[in-house]
């Protein structure tokens, strides 16, 4: 990296989001409030590790869209169906 050039971060925020509501509205606002960040990365659990019910992962994310995308710097991401299987951080952030 360049001398005077500062690397900013990426955050990821991953959950269930079943359903996404206020407060995950109000944590990803926050982060991008008080954190330079490039950006924040949503990522909506495909499977629970735990085998907790969720509702179907396309509605989840189209649920995700709308609360949190219209936030700047806020990507939704589908890693997590790319991956398949149950979800676990580790293997996400690798």
């Known amino acids: 990296m360049s001398a005077g050039v500062e690397a900013r971060a990426t955050v990821v925020f991953g959950g269930s989001f079943n359903p ?11 982060v991008l409030a008080v954190e330079e960040v490039e950006r924040v990365l949503v990522v909506p659990t495909f499977q629970h590790p735990f085998a907790k019910a969720l ?19 806020v990507e939704v991401s589908r890693v997590e169906e790319e991956l398949g299987g149950e979800s676990r951080t580790l293997r996400t952030l690798e």
């Open 20 to 30: 996404p509501h206020l407060a995950h509205v109000l944590a990803v606002a926050t």
């Open 55 to 73: 509702a179907p992962y396309e509605d989840r994310v189209a649920l995700c869209e709308a609360a949190l995308a219209w936030l700047p710097r």
